[in-house]
């Protein structure tokens, strides 16, 4: 007996040791980011250490004086909540009918919807830059904020699953009270389903704060520069001839940059386990 | 039974119903016309044009794609984005599991492991993109710095740039990205709508850890697995160009190792400002991606395990 709680002990530690040595290797990028901010640029490039020996703050006011990083968090946030918006009010709207009518074609769009999935947006990117530039949207954030109101299909996908798994009972006795499929919707389906509005949102809300793809494509002036091309482009000048990327105020800006989608997890973590609902894949 | 069905004219209800159902699906409808079907055939007919950035183009016909097949750096992006994506998919996915399994374990503490796991994915891929960059870096690089100290040697390996440690690098790398974090978050709450008595029957039969996780616990979230793989892909296929870009540059160094297709489109489209033969490009990414979401789900058919 005393010997399967000691094995059961050991198995423990074992796994604790385990989970341990995956955390460091996560966190290991953030902790270099994160200090990275606090060194000078001779020490960033000529030494390894993780914690600064020379501990400054200039990188972080030098990100406030010399740039124009105000400009770019108000488009970081506007092209954060546009999308937001716009992703959830059309996807849940679309996933409605798909998760609890039946109606002619329903199988046909539902695939369509699915096989869409599949399609990188890399791979109409170029298209879609002629089009925008034809009607006037380039460098602006248009392109991106205009679709995300025509739904995303892997967000319906998610609204869907989700919209599933609450009883259609509901739906009946509605019906029975009165209520139009307008009314279902908005005063049944959507106060249930707040943890998947909560989970897409945060999930919307990092996925494009950290986007890089699209603004690099669309936008061209500084003005409309979000915080990513920013960290990409802003950080580096020419001394002589050479080219020097000052690499410590990249990680400051990084560091930043962190912050409020590490907010958003600590706020929607509760949700983001329980919001994506699994159980309708299997059928 | 479904023929007799199919000759009753539609029941008022459900003619109701279709009409509200379309109202609901409309804004889709006209996203997925606009922004997809539109660009679609839009990328085609550009593709046999001459298009240059600045809109001049004229009909060339089949030439683009003639120069392409001819053209050693886009036979040199294939294979890069081939290889890329399917042993990105599987990296990734594999070390998600590994995370949602470890976190399955109920222990205290699991709170934060979960936010140590989860974090990192919240980075912008820039931000990676740059850490790496000088973690992996020759001089001053954190890994070099590490191993000098383990071997007692002096190591200084340029890990980005050197022929045989570049994939290893990168692949590293996607361990960290958007994509892990969220397949785990979904491997998580897969894992624990596994039914416990599963485990119970188990322990009976006195099975190992491994023999549980192959006989249980992987078919019943496979469906995951199979949504996670064709999910990876898409990102795989996308995501590539926001980690590789700030990473290796446009010309995926070194030497193309690491120029995927999305990579080659930009570069052709605005630094060498063909446009028309960057749609080409574009068409074969697509073709690539289609290929790669019919193989996943017949491939599915084959091995994922459905309830009923």
């Known amino acids: 007996m005393k010997s399967v709680k000691a094995k059961q002990r050991l198995n423990s530690c074992i796994l604790y040791l385990i989970k341990i040595i995956v955390a460091v290797i996560m966190f290991l990028p953030i902790i270099w980011i994160s200090t990275g901010g606090f060194k000078t640029l001779t020490e960033f490039t000529s030494s390894p250490n993780i914690i600064p020996e020379n501990f400054t703050m200039e990188n972080f006011s030098y990100i406030f004086k010399s740039s124009n990083i105000w400009v770019y968090v108000r488009n970081t946030v506007l092209l954060m909540l546009g999308t937001t918006v716009g992703t959830l009010l059309s996807s849940s709207l679309v996933a409605y009918p798909l998760a609890r009518m039946d109606f002619v074609g329903k199988n046909v769009i539902f695939t369509i919807i699915i096989a869409t999935m599949m399609i990188p947006n890399i791979a109409l990117i170029i298209p879609q830059y002629i089009m925008f530039g034809k009607i006037g949207w380039l460098d602006s954030l248009l392109p991106m904020i205009v679709p995300a109101f025509f739904a995303y299909p892997y967000n319906v996908f998610l609204f869907r699953q989700f919209f599933r798994t609450i009883p259609r009972e509901l739906d009946e006795s509605a019906t029975i009270d009165g209520c139009s499929r307008v009314q279902i919707f908005f005063k049944v389906l959507v106060p249930l389903s707040k943890p998947t509005y909560a989970t897409i949102a945060v999930l919307s809300c990092v996925f494009w704060w950290n986007e890089l793809t699209q603004p690099v494509f669309y936008i061209n002036s500084d003005q409309w520069r979000t915080m990513t091309i920013a960290l990409m482009t802003s950080y580096m000048y020419t001394s002589g001839n050479a080219f020097v990327i000052n690499w410590p105020s990249i990680m400051a800006a990084a560091t930043l940059m962190i912050v409020p989608p590490m907010l958003l997890y600590f706020f929607g973590n509760k949700f983001l386990v329980g919001g994506i609902k699994t159980t309708g894949l299997k059928g | ?308």
């Open chain 2, 1 to 308: 039974m479904s023929n007799e069905k199919k000759k009753k004219r539609l029941s008022p209800r459900k003619k109701k119903d279709t009409l509200t159902a379309y109202a609901f699906i409309s804004p889709w409808i006209i996203g997925f016309a606009c922004f997809t079907l539109f660009p679609i055939f839009f990328m085609l007919q550009v593709s046999l044009t001459n298009r240059k950035l600045n809109g001049i183009s004229k009909f060339i016909g089949f030439k683009n794609y003639m120069n392409m097949f001819k053209s050693p750096a886009f036979w040199n992006s294939i294979k890069v984005t081939l290889l890329f994506t399917i042993i990105m998919v599987i990296v990734t996915t594999v070390w998600a599991v590994i995370m949602a399994l470890l976190l399955n374990q109920k222990q205290r503490l699991n709170g934060i492991f979960q936010f140590c796991y989860f974090l990192p994915s919240v980075i912008p891929s820039v931000a990676l993109a740059y850490a790496f960059r000088t973690i992996f870096g020759k001089e001053a690089g954190l890994l070099n710095a590490f191993l000098s100290l383990v071997s007692g040697k002096n190591v200084s390996v340029n890990w980005l740039y050197n022929h045989s440690t570049v994939y290893m690098a990168v692949f590293f790398i996607t361990l960290f990205t958007y994509n892990t974090g969220q397949m785990m978050l979904i491997f998580r709450s897969g894992l624990s709508d596994v039914p416990g008595e599963l485990y119970e029957a188990c322990d009976l039969d006195g099975a190992g850890a491994f023999r549980k996780f192959f006989s249980v616990t992987l078919p019943m979230i496979s469906p995951l697995v199979l949504f996670n793989a064709v999910n990876g892909c898409v990102s795989a296929l996308n995501g590539s160009f926001a980690l590789l870009y700030p990473l290796t540059g446009e010309s995926g160094n070194p030497d193309g190792m690491t120029q995927v297709l999305s990579l080659l489109i930009y570069k052709e489209a605005f630094s060498n400002m063909k446009v028309g033969y960057a749609c080409a490009l574009s068409v074969l990414l697509f073709l690539l991606a289609a290929l790669f979401g019919t193989a996943l789900f017949s491939l599915s058919k084959k091995f994922v395990y459905y309830e009923n």
